[in-house]
């Protein structure tokens, strides 16, 4: 794959430009502690409750949606995030912003392509306000779908005016490629720190979005 015949980037924002220790955090460890206090329950039956109506949501709109947890866990999920311990939490992945500085002054059109729910994205850019690298930002559930679905990329090629044959997309997450290769994607960035195996799509994968700096 050659990235410099692309035109547009596709950048996922968690795990790509901020690190995911901050969501791990909140929603495995800080989350059900609150639920433990608010329901007056041992921490352990916190966790089990909490994790387990999160799997059960996992791939929908719903895991990605701080309204409907805030609705079905009797908690403010909002507040919760914008406490300063919890603020403190989110960090750039290091790299990330030089980056995003690079592809864009090398005139390309980039598009951050969260499954964040705005509310959350919001939260995010109020610590670290990326959305000037972008020509757009687009919270895949408010166009009906979440990336693990084939249907947003179909959307999001009509929206954005993208040509797919010089398109790329930097993603942390294979299930999202996948989809994405499915509504025809074909250059793809894996950032991980593992190869996935699959005859059918060729990524370029990458231990970390600042890598990519001198393949642009």
């Not at 507040?79 to 030089?98: A, V």
Request: hydrophobic fraction near 40%.
């Amino acid at each position: 794959m050659e990235l410099k015949d692309n035109k547009f980037f596709l950048i996922d924002l968690d795990g790509v430009i901020l690190d995911t220790k901050y969501d791990n955090y909140f929603w495995q460890i800080h989350i059900p502690n609150i639920y433990a206090e608010l329901n007056k329950m041992s921490l352990e039956d916190a966790i089990n409750i909490t994790h387990t109506l999160f799997h059960y949501k996992k791939k929908t709109r719903e895991w990605y949606d701080i309204i409907y947890w805030s609705n079905i866990l009797g908690i403010d999920i909002a507040k919760e995030k914008l406490k300063k311990e919890n603020m403190d939490r989110i960090k750039l992945i290091k790299g990330s912003i030089k980056t995003l500085n690079d592809i864009k002054k090398s005139g390309r059109k980039l598009f951050l392509i969260t499954n964040a729910h705005r509310t959350t994205l919001n939260i995010k850019l109020k610590k670290f306000n990326i959305s000037k690298y972008f020509d757009d930002i687009v919270c895949s559930h408010e166009l009906g779908y979440v990336k693990e679905d084939i249907q947003l990329w179909h959307i999001l090629r009509t929206k954005l005016q993208l040509d797919y044959k010089y398109t790329v997309l930097i993603e942390d997450t294979f299930d999202n490629i996948n989809s994405a290769y499915h509504a025809g994607i074909s250059n793809f960035v894996h950032i991980s720190d593992k190869n996935v195996s699959n005859s059918r799509i060729s990524a370029l994968t990458l231990g970390s979005f600042s890598e990519l700096s001198s393949s642009i």
